[in-house]
């Protein structure tokens, strides 16, 4: 007889699991089941005809190691004092955060790792094994990183500060004063700040940050195509350092677990990056603030639900006020069954279940109106 394995039993070098917002992400319920999707993290999924790409003559070869370097100097513009071999391609901006928190901690050293988070920067520290301190956000703080508490959180062993901002799933943003003390602090202590920049374009019509890692070399960007740029089927992101040693670690992780990216996939990714991004960009924005305008008259004076407008990205994180008497296991089954309406709960973040994620940026106007009533019905009927 085969004995079977039991997941306890799975213990590499790296410990991993299964977490609820991959295993239940609209993708994995299947988005034929979803009448209205506000669990999406991103915008509208752009269509590759819409490129005008002929791809037939490509030839399906390996491609540069770092990534096609038209992208990375593309990107590289980015940032004042950046240079395309500064910039690393990368499979989604999962496999850039994979890459540089597997390059830099073992399971002795220690992180300080913001709460709640995107999952992968949670959750590969944790499969590492390494010390985690989180700085939590809390609505009562209005979910403002607190810069005392990330000081106090520093140790002899910190080799790396993780935070994600603009922020997800929260939309808070930092400001360069913040951004210019943690990466002094991150300097004095002599460890990284990795910087998860995802939602750095959407900035509801401010300018961005600069970029990190042209700030400093102990500095690391991250970002994708995922998000502000709907391509997240290309499955393409990168990282940027200014730290040559870092780089070459980063390469050579790349090279171990890729080789390279898809080549299909980074012809079209910088077909989009040079060619469609800034009007993208523009029509987006738009669609988002126009989207942004009626989350934002539905939450004044909601009777049921309260929150902390964010200031960017596309996602906001409200909660069900606690006067409510619901069951929320029976609220999050009924909205989703019944009026097929898919929110990101808040056990996706390890939070209280009344917080959950809406994402204003990747439905229609009308999507979007619909899935709003849908969370009111929903609560109506669940309140005992
Ligand atoms: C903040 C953040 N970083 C990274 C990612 C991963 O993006 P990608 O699809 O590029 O791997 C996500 C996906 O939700 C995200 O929200």
């Excluded at 799975?10 to 979803?34: Q, V």
């Excluded at 790792?113 to 703080?141: F, M, W």
Aim: with cysteine; charged share 25%.
């Amino acid at each position: 007889m085969v004995r079977k394995l039991k997941q306890n039993e799975m213990k590499g070098h790296l410990t991993y699991r299964r977490t609820p917002i991959e295993a239940e992400s609209p993708e994995e319920w299947g988005y034929d089941k979803i009448k209205y999707n506000l669990a999406e993290s991103s915008v509208p999924d752009f269509i590759l005809g819409d490129l005008g790409l002929d791809l037939n003559n490509l030839q399906l070869s390996y491609s540069d190691h770092r990534g096609l370097p038209e992208l990375r100097q593309s990107i590289a513009e980015e940032g004042d004092n950046i240079t395309s071999d500064q910039v690393l391609i990368t499979t989604g901006a999962v496999g850039a955060l994979f890459i540089v928190v597997t390059s830099i901690l073992s399971h002795k050293d220690h992180i300080v790792l913001l709460h709640p988070n995107y999952v992968a920067n949670l959750e590969t520290p944790r499969a590492i094994g390494c010390q985690i301190d989180y700085l939590r956000l809390s609505k009562e703080n209005k979910f403002k990183l607190d810069l005392n508490q990330l000081e106090e959180a520093m140790k002899p062993n910190t080799r790396l500060i993780s935070l994600t901002y603009p922020q997800n799933p929260t939309g808070t943003v930092l400001t360069r004063t913040d951004l210019n003390e943690i990466i002094a602090l991150a300097e004095s202590k002599g460890c990284y700040l990795l910087l998860d920049e995802t939602y750095r374009d959407m900035t509801f019509n401010k300018s961005p940050l600069p970029l990190a890692a042209s700030l400093s070399e102990n500095a690391i960007s991250v970002s994708s195509f995922s998000k502000a740029y709907g391509l997240p089927g290309v499955r393409l992101g990168w990282l940027i350092s200014q730290n040559p040693v870092l780089l070459e670690t980063f390469l050579a992780a790349k090279e171990l677990i890729f080789i390279c990216n898809s080549i299909v996939d980074e012809v079209i990714g910088s077909k989009f990056y040079t060619d469609f991004r800034t009007d993208f960009l523009k029509e987006i924005n738009s669609h988002v603030s126009t989207n942004f305008k009626i989350l934002e008259e539905y939450m004044t004076n909601n009777s049921y639900l309260d929150w902390i407008k964010p200031d960017g990205g596309c996602i906001s994180f409200p909660w069900i006020k606690n006067e409510v008497d619901l069951s929320i296991r029976k609220f999050n089954k009924v909205l989703k069954e019944t009026y097929k309406t898919f929110i990101a709960p808040g056990r996706w973040f390890e939070v209280d279940e009344r917080f959950f994620r809406i994402g204003y940026g990747y439905p229609s106007k009308t999507e979007l109106e619909g899935g709003l009533q849908c969370i009111i019905a929903a609560i109506e009927d669940c309140i005992q």
